[in-house]
Every structure is written in C-alpha cells, then in structure tokens.
C-alpha cells in the first residue's frame, strides 16, 4: 500500500528545474506532499485531490492523475532553499483513513 | 496556533526499560496520528486517534506499543520492554478529522528521538 516515489534522489544545480513523482496501485482520495529538511518535521506543501487538479505553491506545483494514480511535483527555476526529503502521502479509497508515506526523494541544490 | 508539541525531544534508555511520550495536537484538531521514523525511510504509520477513540493500529505494531487520548486532547505513546530495534524518531501529528480528513493536511510535531542502548 506504501506509495512508490522515484527518483530517490536528485542534485540539482541553482535555478534548475525537477520532477518527483509518487505512484500508488490504489485508487486514491487525495496526494499530499511535504518537505522534510535535515533535523526537523516534515512540513505540508499541499494537497492533490482526486479530479486531476493541479495546484501550486511559489514556485513548486502539482499535478494528480486519478487514473492512473500518480502525482507530480514540479520544482521550478530551484532554489537552495528547497534543499531537504519530499515525501509523497496518500489516502487509498477503500481503506483506512490514514495517510501513508512513500520513502522520499532527497532532493540537493547546490550554488 | 502553536502548533504540535512533543516532549521529551530525546530519551536515551537502556534495553528493557518502559518509556513514555507525550504529543499536545492543535486544539481545534479532533485527530492525531503518531509515526515512526528511521534514517533514510519515511514515516511510518502506527496508529490515529478520532478525539478519543483509536481508530486503527498498525499490524506491524507489537503488543509493546499502547497508545492512548484520554480526553480527545495530549496523547501519550508508551514502549514497554524496549528493544534496540525500536530506536528511531516518534512523531505526532494532527488534523481535522471526520469526512473531510483526507482534505486535511498533517501538521508535525518536532518528534522524540528514542535511542535504546
């Protein structure tokens, strides 16, 4: 049931742009997406509900496709700011309703 | 909003021992969930609370894990006999429950970080 993120990780130079994605083999009710930096709690981006709506914030947007159960985060003109673990949480239909986490994407910005 | 609290931020205890973490959630948040974290991994699932009714508990959670909300507020998550396997960091977060909970968004705590020696 944990959701599949790929890739595991990414270096990235300033201003440089990256796709996360997050895929699941249940049918969902929503994508979340949070940003974890080294030592403290994961943080809330955002959320993708099942509709196919893309949604953004700054710079870093979203996108969900309820068919085929993935979603995308898209980080544009980076920043070293956005330096940290993505991690992707869904809520299947049918289920429990608890979030569960895939395994993260360390995303790294350098100068 | 003062957010989510978890105390202590760190236990050190020896093998065997018993121990005891607290989380206070946003007061409006009628639920909370407590994680599981190790290097490397994401956060893992153990349980979640609906005011004060604990709706689901890992399978993966041994008897040793209890966790309770006795009046829909703090929570506490206890370890008994702990075990050098159970070291990571515990976190609690909370949300908005009922229909609209998979609109909610989690909001963290800092964690405990549990080392067993």
């Known amino acids: 049931q944990q959701p599949v993120q790929s890739p595991q990780a990414v270096i990235l130079r300033e201003g440089e742009d990256a796709v996360i994605n997050c895929s699941s083999s249940?049918?969902?009710?929503?994508v979340h997406w949070y940003r974890q930096k080294h030592g403290e709690a994961p943080v809330f981006l955002m959320i993708?509900?099942?509709?196919?709506e893309q949604k953004g914030h700054e710079k870093i947007s979203a996108s969900f496709n309820e068919k085929k159960q993935q979603s995308s985060l898209y980080l544009t003109a980076s920043q070293l700011s956005y330096s940290g673990t993505y991690f992707c949480?869904?809520?299947?239909?049918?289920?429990?309703?608890?979030?569960?986490f895939g395994k993260g994407t360390k995303l790294t910005v350098n100068p | 909003d003062t957010g989510v609290s978890q105390d202590p931020r760190h236990k050190i205890t020896k093998r065997g021992q018993n121990v005891t973490f607290r989380c206070d959630p946003i007061?409006?948040?009628?639920?909370l969930y407590w994680y599981r974290q190790t290097l490397g991994q994401g956060p893992e699932f153990l349980t979640y609370?609906?005011?004060?009714?604990?709706?689901?508990k890992s399978r993966l959670l041994s008897d040793r894990f209890s966790a309770e909300r006795p009046k829909g507020s703090f929570s506490t998550l206890e370890i008994q006999r702990t075990e050098q396997g159970d070291s990571a960091m515990y976190l609690c977060?909370?949300?908005?429950?009922?229909?609209?909970?998979?609109?909610?968004?989690?909001?963290f705590g800092n964690g405990t970080r549990l080392t067993v020696t």
């Open positions: 007061s409006e948040h009628n639920r």
């Open positions: 949480g869904t809520f299947a239909q049918g289920g429990s309703e608890k979030l569960v």
């Open positions: 993708l509900l099942k509709g196919g």
């Open positions: 977060a909370s949300s908005l429950g009922g229909r609209s909970s998979y609109n909610s968004p989690l909001h």
């Open positions: 249940k049918a969902l009710y929503s």
């Open positions: 609370f609906q005011n004060e009714a604990q709706l689901e």
